[in-house]
């Protein structure tokens, strides 16, 4: 009555979108902190190599340069990782709201969101979340929802800290809830077709951000994997040497220089690795 049903109906499956976008939202940035644990061991290993260029007598000068690039893309990655600490102090609780189900997996804490900033290549963990969730595009559509009981999002200008939590202690939901209390006739229905009309386009809004953020999280995937195996070999051919105690360059048959070879290339390639941004769209 009065299209009510029309009302409920969308914002059924304004909630279903809802839930599949927080759902997506937390499996990227679980991706990313691994990413960012993976990027912290490659920086491991290629400090070990350095310490065991340092150790090696006799090597070419070339290798000079090639490990000492790879050091400084290391040092400025450490670099990035401590501003970011200074500048989220104070990140902390979950995402979006504290009525937020799912525990400590779904808390903005200071390590994911630098794990996210790194991943995005961000010099603010506050406006990597942003970016990543999709904030202000979503927020737009539902302050226009919000707005059809004159009711205004906290934080309009933009969602400030992660996923968007549609949850009933979401004012855009006390709003709608609201308008049952509203008076008859002719103006519930109106107003009834133009929360259910806001709804669709908020719902819209919300599977294009799921479908944006599914997309970082697959290119995320590839970085994860690359950096990996780049590690593990590298490990593998620092271990080599090691064990081997090959310390010095002018006993190396020709099969142990150009392992040396791969392993100095491998461990440049590494450093820049760890620098590469994850490619997005806001």
């Not at 992660?162 to 006390?174: C, Q, S, W, Y």
């Not at 386009?201 to 590839?222: F, L, M």
């Amino acid at each position: 009555m009065f299209n009510k049903k029309l009302k409920e109906e969308a914002i059924k499956t304004l909630q279903k979108a809802e839930d599949e976008y927080n759902k997506q939202l937390k499996d990227s940035m679980h991706k990313m902190e691994e990413l960012q644990e993976i990027r912290d061991s490659s920086v491991k290993i290629i400090n070990d190599v350095k310490h065991y260029k340092s150790d090696l007598k006799n090597s070419p000068k070339v290798y000079d340069t090639t490990i000492a690039q790879a050091t400084a893309r290391c040092d400025h990655f450490n670099e990035r990782i401590k501003r970011l600490k200074n500048e989220s102090q104070g990140i902390g609780g979950t995402a979006g709201t504290d009525a937020l189900e799912g525990g400590d997996d779904a808390a903005i804490t200071p390590s994911r969101a630098i794990a996210v900033a790194m991943a995005l290549g961000s010099s603010s963990t506050s406006k990597a979340v942003n970016v990543l969730s999709g904030a202000v595009a979503i927020n737009t559509s539902l302050t226009s929802l919000a707005s059809l009981s004159g009711v205004t999002l906290a934080g309009s200008t933009g969602i400030a800290s992660g996923p968007l939590l549609l949850t009933a202690a979401n004012p855009v939901f006390i709003a709608i809830g609201a308008l049952a209390l509203l008076g008859g006739g002719w103006l519930a229905s109106s107003k009834n077709k133009k929360i259910a009309k806001a709804a669709e386009e908020s719902t819209k809004a919300i599977k294009k951000e799921t479908e944006r953020i599914k997309e970082i999280g697959v290119t995320v995937d590839i970085r994860k994997a690359e950096t990996h195996d780049l590690n593990v070999e590298i490990t593998r051919l620092y271990n080599a040497f090691q064990e081997r105690k090959m310390f010095n360059y002018n006993l190396f048959n020709e099969e142990d220089k150009d392992l040396l070879r791969i392993l100095f290339n491998s461990t440049e390639t590494l450093s820049k690795k760890i620098e590469e941004a994850v490619s997005f769209e806001s």
